[in-house]
């Protein structure tokens, strides 16, 4: 299978060629600069509509939302162990924990991120930040009490929710720093050689 990941470093793209360089797949990579307008060219809004990163092509077929590749790509390199099989009891946790890190996990997270580093000022709500705060807090609580006596977040083995969840908690160490189980997670996360391979140019 030939796989081509679109990808430029500290976007969504990472958490892909994270689970590729976990995988050990052998894929290839095409860079792309948000920047520069690399998103806007009509070859790249062929493959992608809103011109986003990721997108990984697949044979020569386009895929992209980086939560939908990263589940694919597990359960296609299903012995590998990155998730849990569809008939496992384990697949229901699976499920609950990739959506809630795409939803209640990445809203606030993204929203605070928007309006405070990248909208330019005069388009930028100041006032939402204080309540994403509050409500990425209340989800890290979640995730923390989640992890209580574990290392991972399923089955207490590393798997593709912990890409999910593990590449937003690194958006925000000032925050994690407060929550005693996700700063370790958030340690053995940044330990693994695939995930330092993933943010290589
Ligand atoms: N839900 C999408 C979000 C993709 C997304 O917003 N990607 C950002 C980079 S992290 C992007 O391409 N932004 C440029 C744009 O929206 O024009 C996913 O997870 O793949």
């Known amino acids: 299978m030939e796989l081509i990941l679109y990808y430029q470093s500290g976007t969504r793209s990472q958490r892909v060629r994270w689970l590729l360089e976990e995988l050990e797949c052998d894929y290839k990579i095409e860079y792309i600069d948000l920047f520069k307008g690399d998103g806007n060219t009509p070859e790249y809004l062929a493959l992608h509509p809103l011109g986003q990163l990721p997108v990984l092509k697949i044979d020569g077929s386009a895929m992209f939302e980086s939560g939908a590749i990263v589940q694919w ?24 924990w990739m959506y809630f890190a795409a939803t209640n996990l990445e809203l606030p997270a993204w929203e605070i991120m928007l309006h405070s580093n990248i909208l330019p000022e005069d ?28 290392n991972y977040m399923v089955d207490n083995k590393f798997g593709a929710v912990d890409i999910m969840i593990g590449y937003i908690l690194l958006w925000y160490p000032e925050h994690v720093a407060a929550f005693p189980n996700l700063t370790s997670y958030c340690q053995n996360l940044q330990q693994r050689p695939a995930y330092n391979r993933s943010k290589q140019n």
Request: charged share 30%.
């Open 73 to 96: 790509l597990a359960d296609t390199y299903l012995d590998k162990g990155f998730a849990p099989g569809i008939d496992s009891p384990l697949r229901r946790e699976f499920n609950q």
């Open 123 to 150: 388009v930028a709500v100041k006032d939402i930040i204080p309540f994403a705060t509050k409500n990425l807090l209340k989800v890290l609580t979640v995730l923390d009490e989640q992890l209580k006596g574990k």
